[in-house]
């Protein structure tokens, strides 16, 4: 036992000093290989001297040489009687663990080779990827053996099929693309595993174990083979062993920097890696372009592998179906090839994209490795001649597929090579924002969701189809955010003036740059007032309405806003936004069509409704005509307002309404005028575990509030459940008291969530507030990162400050808010310049006190 516990405290000393030599962290290769050694080493040792009827063999990336600092270390026993050895097996895994070494161990006999080769793709891929490391090596020598035996064509074309659906299902979970903001670095497309399912497919295919035994990993050694074989050159090689060792550097780090086995590459860990590899400047982005890079890469190659696997599988295609496109491509069956082994221009590349979007087809495995050393070579030489060639004009006319192609394009570094405007969008985010995807995956994905409104029977759909030119629509999609990396708070500007740089090279007219211009320009307008404005204030319409020359250009903003908020994250498009982004759109259509101002459409629109209103029924005209606010009839049913009348006829205390839609609740409530009302109601609602998106307030002549929030279940972003209703009802009834403890509930919502709050509201954007003036109030935003308590800790703020709040509207961008305030001061009048500043001190003081 003393010989283990002094083997134990060597180990532990000889692994910290690896993971703390700064030098040896710089060359990842070197590193994993050293650890897995070092493991391999004190395995050795304990058990050295033992006489084993088994072969104890590495696997995982124990196997590859390939551990990071906080692996599993994995082995297995391959054995000829799974029985006879257990006891011993037991033993031996004890001893390893008390001697500091804690694996994860399977057993395997020889039936399990067939046993997992018909049942569990991921065992049986562990089989192909194993190490010896100490025991009866002849055992080793006849399980791979049989194992080589054990594959015929039939399984192999079953195998290659199964890790084909494999990686579909594992970028599906975890992003199947290369730019995901916060990547996994082992599973999200472009990362480590990736490049192991690859070498998976090829040892299968071949027939072949990878295990040499010397210094390298695996996946070194693999790259090697492919460039000895010449199925990569030597440049692409070089670019694919420098893009895994980057993602390998950064896994390292990671695992160190956390303390633990992750994989999750979070904001938090970014910046601090991007530390540890003395990246200069804006460090996080700097860094993670890099990584972007590099993950694009290994995306790259394994997709042009699998597309060569999956050739293969298909088998030849018969010349009978070879149709010639022109006299350099040649499509057969839905594989596009160059014809004669030639060297393309980078205008025969846009060609051959155009063939591949009009028939939906894809690059065979040599065209599609020619046009990537096209491209690298065209970016060595900093550039060819950018010929404005028609072809990219004609796939943005493509039918179909234009945002497919463009992907395509991207991934390949076409469309940067063609648009050097665009290169340096590729990889770029900024922290701090609501964007899932780096700003170049965006734009594609803003692209795809616009030509999937196709299939749709909405307005959203009608208006796209009703478009004689799409182009148009594209070009603003691929520009809106183009000027992001030269300055993100003025990109619409700069953006549309590089496109009226580029366009007119392409083609275009004076009036179709100047469309695409206000559209770039505006792209973030639509959104502003949609999600931050009262869409019944006519001032709001007349300013919205006035930017607009024609109905058309209302429409492709329209568009262009939905694809734009759609392509941000999942978790951004809702309901709730589909149905404040119509409702403006419907309104400004209406005013543009008509030539109405904001109030006559507003007039028109409620004396329609108060036709619809029982005008013998003095007592319900009368509260109509008592609240200064024509919205009212706009926010509410019928029946609903008839049912206030009565709840105040009657003298009701506090009644309190709830309405069920689709996407959320909304919660009415009667009372009486008080200070600081607003923020007890916000802070009731929140220790009630309800996310607000918005609140309107209607008072009465006599005093009388009528309070409206929508709101959501915090958890599930579900409208709430109605066996909450009578807690709500009750912890209301007592907040309108000012007879419940909310500063004390809140401390204890807070720590209730801490954990799902710590993992929603993860990035740190930084606090500002805007004022904007109304012909009637002061409007407030306040930008800030989202957590629970803040629409509580601000209406406090105002009310503290003396400003009623008259209506409210809160814009969540996944972790950062938009509260956007209409306030008075205590006089009834608009907030002076002078008091300007004292508000932003007191909101921010108070934002920050509760971050």
């Not at 648009?419 to 803003?446: K, M, N, S, W």
């Not at 930084?766 to 209406?795: C, M, Q, R, S």
């Not at 002076?832 to 934002?847: F, G, H, S, V, Y």
Request: charged share 30%; aromatic share 10%; hydrophobic share 40%.
């Amino acid at each position: 036992m003393k010989n283990l516990l002094e083997i134990k405290k060597e180990f532990y000393k000889s692994r910290d000093t690896l993971f703390s030599d700064k030098a040896l962290l710089e060359d990842p290769f070197n590193f994993c290989v050293s650890y897995s050694l070092l493991v391999e080493e004190v395995i050795i040792r304990v058990i050295a001297g033992k006489k084993l009827s088994c072969a104890l063999v590495s696997s995982g990336s124990f196997s590859r040489r390939e551990l990071a600092p906080f692996s599993d270390i994995d082995v297995m026993f391959l054995v000829d009687d799974v029985t006879a050895e257990s006891d011993n097996l037991k033993e031996l895994v004890t001893t390893l663990w008390d001697a500091g070494v804690e694996v994860s161990h399977t057993v395997r006999d020889f039936s399990d080779i067939q046993k997992f080769l018909d049942e569990d793709l991921h065992a049986f891929t562990q089989f192909f990827e194993t190490r010896f490391i100490f025991g009866d090596d002849k055992i080793y020598h006849k399980w791979n053996e049989k194992l080589r035996n054990s594959l015929d064509d039939n399984y192999r074309k079953t195998l290659l099929n199964e890790f084909f659906e494999d990686i579909r299902m594992r970028h599906q979970r975890y992003g199947d693309s290369a730019k995901v903001l916060e990547p996994n670095l082992k599973f999200s497309a472009g990362g480590l595993r990736d490049l192991h399912a690859v070498q998976w497919m090829y040892a299968f295919k071949n027939n072949e174990i990878i295990n040499e035994q010397n210094e390298l990993t695996t996946t070194q050694h693999f790259i090697n083979k492919l460039r000895q074989n010449k199925l990569i050159n030597p440049k692409a090689a070089i670019r694919l062993k420098d893009a895994y060792k980057m993602v390998l550097n950064v896994r390292n780090r990671l695992h160190l920097i956390t303390g633990r086995k992750n994989d999750r590459l979070e904001f938090s860990a970014q910046e601090k890696i991007a530390n540890a590899l003395n990246y200069q400047g804006d460090v996080w982005q700097s860094f993670m372009h890099e990584y972007f890079r590099s993950s694009n890469i290994l995306n790259r190659f394994s997709k042009t592998m699998m597309k060569g696997f999956s050739e293969q599988l298909a088998g030849p295609i018969s010349d009978y179906l070879l149709i010639a496109l022109d006299d350099d491509f040649v499509k057969k069956g839905n594989i596009i090839s160059l014809k004669n082994d030639k060297e393309i221009s980078l205008s025969d590349i846009l060609r051959a994209f155009w063939y591949r979007g009009m028939g939906d087809a894809r690059f065979d495995e040599n065209l599609r490795s020619k046009i990537i050393e096209t491209v690298h070579d065209i970016e060595e030489l900093n550039g060819e001649d950018h010929l404005k060639s028609v072809f990219f004009r004609e796939i943005l006319k493509l039918p179909k597929n234009v945002g497919k192609t463009l992907d395509s394009m991207n991934e390949m570094g076409v469309l940067s090579a063609y648009l050097p405007e665009f290169r340096e969008l590729v990889g770029f985010f900024q922290p701090g924002v609501y964007h899932c995807y780096t700003a170049d995956e965006h734009t594609i994905i803003a692209i795809k969701n616009v030509e999937l409104l196709e299939s749709k029977n909405n307005e959203l759909g009608k208006i796209y189809n009703s478009l004689k030119k799409k182009d148009l629509l594209f070009l603003a999609l691929l520009f809106h955010d183009i000027a992001k990396p030269i300055d993100v708070s003025g990109h619409e500007i700069l953006g549309a003036e590089m496109v009226a740089t580029v366009m007119p090279g392409l083609g275009y007219s004076q009036e179709e740059v100047e469309l695409v211009q206000f559209l770039v320009r505006y792209h973030l307008t639509m959104e502003q007032v949609a999600f931050r404005r009262n869409l019944n204030d006519p001032s709001t319409l007349n300013s919205f309405a006035s930017v607009f020359t024609s109905i058309h250009a209302l429409d492709l903003l329209y568009l262009v806003t939905y694809a734009d908020l759609s392509a941000v994250s999942p978790q951004v498009w809702t309901n709730w936004k589909s149905e404040l982004l119509y409702e403006l759109y419907r309104k400004t259509r209406s005013m543009l069509e008509e030539n109405l101002s904001g109030t006559e459409l507003i007039d028109t629109e409620t004396q329609e409704m108060m036709e619809g209103q029982d005008s013998d029924d003095t007592a319900l005209i009368q509260h109509i005509e008592s609240i200064d606010d024509p919205s009212y009839l706009q926010h509410f049913t019928q029946d609903e307002i008839n049912r206030h009348k009565e709840e105040i006829e009657n003298g009701t205390e506090t009644p309190i309404f709830f309405r069920q839609e689709e996407s959320f609740t909304v919660i009415s409530m009667i009372s009486k005028d008080s200070p600081s009302l607003l923020s007890r109601l916000c802070g009731t609602l929140t220790i009630n575990d309800l996310n607000i998106h918005s609140a309107k307030i209607f008072t009465r002549q006599d005093g009388v509030v009528i309070d409206s929030f929508s709101v959501s279940d915090y958890r599930t972003g579900n409208p709430v459940m109605a066996e909450k209703f009578d807690k709500i009802k009750s912890d209301i009834r007592l907040a309108i008291k000012n007879r419940l403890p909310i500063t004390t509930e809140m401390i204890k919502t807070r720590k209730k969530w801490w954990r799902i709050e710590s993992k929603i509201f993860r990035r740190r954007s930084k606090i500002k507030i805007a004022f904007e003036n109304h012909e009637k109030f002061t409007i407030i935003d306040v930008f800030a990162p989202d957590t629970l308590g803040l629409l509580y800790k601000v209406t406090s703020s105002l009310a503290e400050l003396n400003l009623s709040v008259y209506y409210a509207k809160i814009a969540t961008r996944a972790d950062d808010v938009v509260d956007s305030f209409y306030v008075l001061n205590e006089h009834k009048k608009k907030v002076t310049k002078d008091d300007e500043e004292l508000i932003k001190i007191e909101l921010a003081n108070a934002i920050n006190e509760i971050l």
